[in-house]
């Protein structure tokens, strides 16, 4: 997009037409989008059972990949839509699917089985990430968050095995400090305290507050249900079967971290998407933005965005975070037509194309653009 067509976009009325968009989709919801959910969240628990159903008999890859799978659905297409609260509005709705009712107590571990806490991911990703897309404090900056590498004097392929060994345990070194920094960082802010002094290692340390509540709420409850307590209910089979489970379970949650690796960084990465330096001062610059710094993937099918765990509508999400997941099949070809009304780029490629894409831009062989630089 050159640098005159990003300013000549009508941002009033791409407001207009955006919110005309959403006000019939609100008009459209209802129970099945409900009923829709609770069908994705049935596709994910066979893929658990089967996974754990055959995960003892011996290590492998068929089963670590169900195991997987499941994972990656309760993540990406329950958790994810209901924190994001697509559910809160529609009546007749469970209310362990409400903001307010899941994962709470001791719901944590049925309804969100994951290395971090609903709340702590509520706050980078839901309030951080959404209301900061592409700028330096949104905490998925790929470009910011990897400069230390960019910048780096290593060999470019060495650069690339580093991220290739990163993808398999990402969700552990990074999202889980991650978002636990961001809540306690906010939790003193509105404590109107000052701010704790976290680095990368010091996040770890058993000898801060922080640190401690890092272990005890995030690290070691999900080691303890993951890799101790689910392989331990195969004993009664024996040893072997415990065992098989074990490995099995580690063997998975590489797979789940490459999955959510490969569908979630190359969502708001590339060398033809924006980020930006300020803060939008305008509703229609801020839609602008969502659209400019995401990237869809292949999408129209139940079965097909089982497998993206329903981020490859990432543009139509991040116009709309709270709008339930079979809803975003029916507004994007509508976003897509207005997309070419306005002249702004709508970008929805291969997720293997994208991979690369945001990978170059994390070695530093490429950059993001800028609206200066478009």
């Known amino acids: 997009m050159s640098l005159n ?46 996974g754990y159903g055959t995960a003892w008999i011996m290590p492998n890859p068929i089963s670590a990949l169900l195991i997987s799978q499941g994972s990656f ?26 903001s307010k009712g899941f994962a709470k107590g001791w719901r944590r571990f049925l309804d969100w089985p994951d290395w971090f806490t609903v ?22 900056n790929a470009q910011h968050n990897m400069e230390w590498l960019r910048q780096s004097s290593l060999p470019m392929w060495m650069r690339y095995v580093i991220v290739a060994f990163f993808s398999g345990i990402w969700k552990i070194i990074y999202y889980t400090p991650r978002t636990h920094k961001e809540f306690c960082l906010n939790a003193a802010r509105l404590q109107k305290k000052p701010e704790p002094v976290m680095t990368r290692l010091g996040a770890w340390s058993l000898f801060t507050q ?16 993951r890799f101790v307590l689910l392989p331990l209910l195969f004993l009664p089979l024996g040893n072997f079967a415990a065992l098989s489970v074990f490995l099995n379970s580690i063997l998975a949650e590489i797979f789940t971290n490459m999955h959510s690796f490969l569908v979630m960084i190359p969502n ?7 980020m930006f330096d300020e803060k939008s001062h305008s509703k229609g610059e801020f839609y602008l933005r969502q659209i400019l710094g995401s990237v869809n993937y292949p999408t129209g099918s139940n079965f097909n965005d089982f497998f993206y765990g329903w981020l490859n ?29 306005h002249n702004i780029p709508y970008i929805q490629e291969s997720v293997f194309k994208r991979l690369l894409k945001a990978v170059d831009v994390m070695v530093g062989k490429t950059s993001m653009l800028k609206p200066l630089t478009a």
């Not at 009325?13 to 609770?38: E, P, V, Y």
């Not at 659905?73 to 409400?98: C, E, L, M, S």
């Not at 339930?324 to 070809?333: A, D, E, G, R, T």
Request: proline fraction near 4%.
């Open 210 to 225: 922080q640190g401690r509540a890092l272990w005890l709420q995030s690290v070691l409850p999900y080691l303890g249900y």
């Open 268 to 274: 708001h990465a590339g060398d033809d998407v924006m």
């Open 73 to 98: 659905t309760r993540w990406t297409q329950v958790g994810h839509p209901v924190v994001h609260r697509a559910f809160d509005k529609i009546k007749g709705v469970d209310q362990n699917y409400t």
């Open 119 to 140: 709340a702590g991911w509520h706050h980078e990703h839901d309030v951080l990430h959404h209301y900061s897309l592409g700028e330096k404090t949104d905490p998925n």
């Open 5 to 50: 067509s990003y300013q000549s976009v009508d941002r009033e009325q791409l407001a207009k037409d955006i919110t005309a968009i959403h006000q019939q989709s609100l008009a459209d919801t209802g129970i099945d989008d409900f009923k829709h959910l609770k069908s994705m969240e049935r596709w994910g628990k066979l893929c658990s059972i089967m």
């Open 313 to 341: 509508y990432q543009v139509e999400h991040h116009l709309w975070p709270d709008m339930p997941l079979s809803q975003y099949q029916k507004v994007q070809p509508q976003v897509e037509a207005l997309c070419k009304k």
